[in-house]
Structures are given as structure tokens and as C-alpha cells.
């Protein structure tokens, strides 16, 4: 069965630290695309980073970068400095390569930043 | 670029009754996927629409149902609403790119709907 695992139900940091989300997932495709998604309060999915299954660099994004390790099946995200607009909901989701097959999200990550 | 656009951004309704959501993609994004968020469901999906197609649903009743116009403009319509249908609904769209998992999905800012 194809699935998105998150572990950490709530992480904080401080300002200025690096943080990194846990994220672990679970497929027999070869080919399979890991996204992550920032929630804040708003509700909006703000689109983080990709990382696709056959890249062999890791994906970065300014300050988000995913450490992909494909045989551990993990696709963690590093937010680096982090700031008090990080506070929020964080998801990884993957999309396998089937045609019109669907988003699989984990169940969350809230990131909360003090100053 | 203007981003995914949804209306409305906030609705009340009672039991029984229906809601019409609209959702409208990023220019050139011809694929629409429609998602229910609930505090203890978390984030499921209900339908995707390609170029007026459904491509794929998810296991919801057929009180939800959707469709796409020749604009790529979605709707997703709840009939007979229950309790339970409260939620947040997210519009997703995305850039077919020839390969499904390298397709980014880009999300409105949802609709809340709430059912008395």
C-alpha cells in the first residue's frame, strides 16, 4: 500500500535555528514524485518543494531543501533560519505516476517558531 | 500569474440543503482536483477533472459530484448536505506535464463550509 508517514505531531524551534521534518513514505513505483506543502492558519496548501524519484540531487528551494534518501524510503524537509511566518502546518505528500491517481499526504507536522 | 482562485471563501448551510463550490485554475492548467479537510480525517480526495473528464474519484458518496467547464473552471456540488460535510475544500490545478508524478499541484485557498 502506498503511504506518507509523519511521526512528529509537533516540532518547535526558535528563530534563526534549522529545523528538519520527518517525513517517510511507501511504494512499489519506481517512478513517484514527494512534494511538501506549508498550511498556516489560513488554510491555503503553499506548494514548498519537489523532489522526483530519479532526481539524484537534492531538491532546494531558498531556504527548504528535502534530504532524499530513496533507499530509506525518507524525503525529510530542512527549513534553514527559521522565522516566525514558518509557523504552520507542514505536509509531505507523494504522487505516484499512475494517470489520474491522487496526492497520498501524511497526517501533519505543526512547526511552531519563537522568537 | 494569478494563482488558484475559490468561491466562495466561507459558507453556512443547513442540513439538507445543497452548495455549489467553484474553483478556478491557474492559467494553462488543464487538470482540477478537488480535496475535503476535516480535523480527524485529515486530507482526502474527492475527484480530478482533465479537460471536462473525470479522470479519477475517490471514495466519497454520490451526494458529491463535479464538473469541469471548457474553460478548465471546476465545480463540485454536495447535495443533501450532512453535519459531517463540514470541512475545509481545497481546489488543487496542475500543468499536465506528460508524466503524472512530476505534476505539481497548486492549491486555492479553500472554502469552508459549515453545516448547521
Known amino acids: 500500500a502506498q503511504k506518507i508517514t509523519q511521526t512528529q505531531p509537533g516540532m518547535f524551534v526558535q528563530e534563526k535555528e534549522a529545523v528538519t521534518l520527518d517525513c517517510t513514505y511507501d511504494?512499489?513505483?519506481?517512478?513517484?514524485?514527494l512534494f511538501w506543502y506549508k498550511q498556516p492558519s489560513s488554510g491555503e496548501m503553499i506548494f514548498l518543494i519537489y523532489?522526483?524519484?530519479?532526481?539524484?540531487q537534492n531538491a532546494t528551494e531558498g531556504r527548504y531543501s528535502l534530504n532524499f534518501q530513496k533507499a530509506r524510503k525518507s524525503a525529510n524537509l530542512v527549513i534553514s533560519a527559521s522565522q516566525l511566518g514558518d509557523s504552520a502546518m507542514y505536509f509531505c505528500?507523494?504522487?505516484?505516476?499512475?494517470?489520474?491517481?491522487?496526492?497520498?499526504f501524511g497526517k501533519g507536522t505543526t512547526l511552531s517558531v519563537s522568537s | 500569474k494569478a494563482g488558484v482562485t475559490q468561491t466562495p471563501r466561507y459558507l453556512i448551510k443547513t442540513r439538507g440543503q445543497q452548495v455549489t463550490l467553484s474553483c478556478s485554475p491557474i492559467?494553462?492548467?488543464?487538470?482540477v482536483s478537488w480535496y475535503q479537510q476535516t480535523p480527524g480525517q485529515g486530507l482526502q480526495f474527492l475527484f480530478e477533472?482533465?479537460?471536462?473528464?473525470?479522470?479519477n474519484k475517490g471514495n466519497f458518496p454520490g451526494r458529491f459530484s463535479g464538473r469541469q467547464f471548457s474553460n478548465s473552471r471546476s465545480e463540485m456540488n454536495v447535495s443533501t448536505l450532512e453535519l459531517g460535510d463540514s470541512a475545509l475544500y481545497l481546489c488543487?490545478?496542475?500543468?499536465?506535464?506528460?508524466?503524472?508524478?512530476?505534476?505539481?499541484?497548486?492549491f486555492g485557498p479553500g472554502t469552508r463550509l459549515l453545516v448547521l
Open positions: 488543487a490545478s496542475s500543468f499536465w506535464t506528460g508524466a503524472r508524478y512530476q505534476e505539481t499541484q497548486y
Open positions: 511504494t512499489s513505483d519506481q517512478s513517484y514524485g
Open positions: 523532489q522526483g524519484s530519479y532526481d539524484e
Open positions: 505528500a507523494m504522487l505516484p505516476n499512475q494517470a489520474g491517481t491522487a496526492l497520498i
Open positions: 492559467s494553462g492548467h488543464r487538470s
Open positions: 477533472y482533465f479537460s471536462e473528464t473525470q479522470r
